[in-house]
């Protein structure tokens, strides 16, 4: 069998399944069958409207929180505390081993901190003069 190599340049999510399928299964060959559990926690005004929340993803019993956006209004009065607080509870009543995150460096690492969250790495100039750190909190 001959492989070669190409480019596509508007990758589908047919080519994408056919890229993550195998690696699933390899994946799950060593260790274990684990199913993503998409999490949202959703902040909303008097009218419904979303203005914030988490969303987070559980699998392999661990919780990444992906997403966490606090309302401008709202900032530094607790909610995001509180958002973080009530995700933890989350991963615990699913077993989780711990949270892990990423975040800019112009964003508020030292919010992670004050709630126990350890910084494990990082990478630099990602954006251009700014760092990507990458945080874990084990439960």
């Known amino acids: 069998m001959t492989l070669r190599i190409e480019r596509s340049q508007n990758p589908t999510d047919e080519e994408e399944q056919a890229i993550l ?16 559990e998409p999490i949202a926690l959703l902040v909303r005004d008097d009218n419904g409207e979303i203005l914030g929340g988490l969303y987070a993803r559980v699998f392999y019993q661990w919780m990444f929180i992906e ?11 607790g909610l995001g505390s509180k958002l973080m607080r009530m995700a933890e509870d989350v991963a615990r009543e699913k077993e989780c081993v711990g949270v892990w995150l990423d975040t800019f460096d112009f964003q508020a690492p030292g919010f992670y901190q004050k709630l126990g969250y350890s910084e494990l790495g990082e990478i630099v100039d990602y954006p251009p003069g700014h760092k990507r750190l990458f945080f874990q909190k084990r439960l």
């Open 21 to 36: 399928l195998p690696l699933r299964a390899y994946n799950a060959s060593k260790a274990g069958v684990s199913r993503q």
């Open 67 to 77: 997403l966490l956006s606090v309302p401008e209004q709202a900032r530094g009065q």
